[in-house]
């Protein structure tokens, strides 16, 4: 694989995406008092092929059965990512009026444009303990952070990632991009959105370094070894108590892929989680990867191969093997670009930066 991170080193280097947040958070929130939630959505005017792989055992999720690459709609219009566990599927309601006051969505009527369906798939992250239980995401929160996106975005504890926990550290929302500048995908973009809040842990407790920078390496991001008193202090945390965790994300490229390969990539991308994740996919957690095909670039001429194989496999498998990098590197973006929250302690406040 042979690629250098996109301009923004975002989900959004994939042309024709967009990601918005909605949050409420405040300064002083405490497990159990004041407001720390949010949503983030993943835009994509003109809808964009998509498919779902869920892996966790605590899934809270919205239209992945729609997604199944048996089934007859093919694209979605936005994806939400939420805190709030099941209570913010709400969000998706508000995402949904948004889109439906642009006239995004299936046309349901050739007499009358304005008669649209959009298609909004949905995740969940349980944050309740972070901040007052009551107070989560709502239709205003997906409208809102519907309206929101664009290009560039915040990362970190902020969005769907505002109550966000990684183990014991705080968790965020982080992204990543890889541009193919030769082979069979030059020209080939692809980008990954995550939403941090595992039961397992984000770090090495022998070295202090994340361990998603396994596949890079330490350099690669900056890192370096904790100290002795880093270390001591990070091992002396309480691990996670909560219940119900989840990790959640949007792996997409720009190649065109059908939803069969989209369900490819949303699968490999759970290959990245493990590793910067342990454990990852517990009972505890539902995890879960929307996949994206904007389908904008067109790549190079790909190898001939045996008939009783897909003519994209070569294009496809590289693609996956990025997707799985990408995720990887989000997750350590979102824990690194991670605020204190609630008496959780970040990464970088326990570490350095």
Known sequence: MTGAPGPLNALTDIAGLLVGHHHVLDPDATRGSGAATGSTVVRAP????AAVDVRGGGPGTRETDLLDPANTVRHAHAILLTGGSAYGLAAADGVMRWLEEHGEGIPMDPADPTRVVPIVPGAVIFDLPVGDWSTRPTAEFGYHAAEAAGPDFLRGSVGAGAGAQAGALKGGIGSASIRFTDGIAAGVTVGALVVANPVGSVFDPRTGLPWGVGTDGPEFAGFRPATPEQLAAANALPVKSTVLNTTIGVV???????????????????????????????????????????????????????????????????????AAVCVERAVVDAIR???????????????GS
Not at 290 to 309: E, I, N, Q, S
Not at 337 to 351: D, H, Q
């Open 252 to 322: 997409a490229t720009d190649a065109p892929l059908d939803t069969l390969g989209c369900r490819r990539l949303a699968t490999t991308a759970h290959d990245g989680l493990a590793r910067a994740v342990r454990p990852a996919h517990s009972p505890l957690d539902g995890d879960t990867f929307f996949a994206l095909a904007t389908g904008t670039a067109t790549p190079p001429d790909l190898p001939a191969l045996p008939a009783t194989f897909p003519g994209d496999l070569p294009l496809l498998d590289e693609l996956c093997t990025a």
């Open 46 to 49: 003109g809808g964009a092929v």
């Open 337 to 351: 670009s991670a605020v204190s929250v609630a008496g959780i302690p970040s990464y970088s406040e326990l570490f």
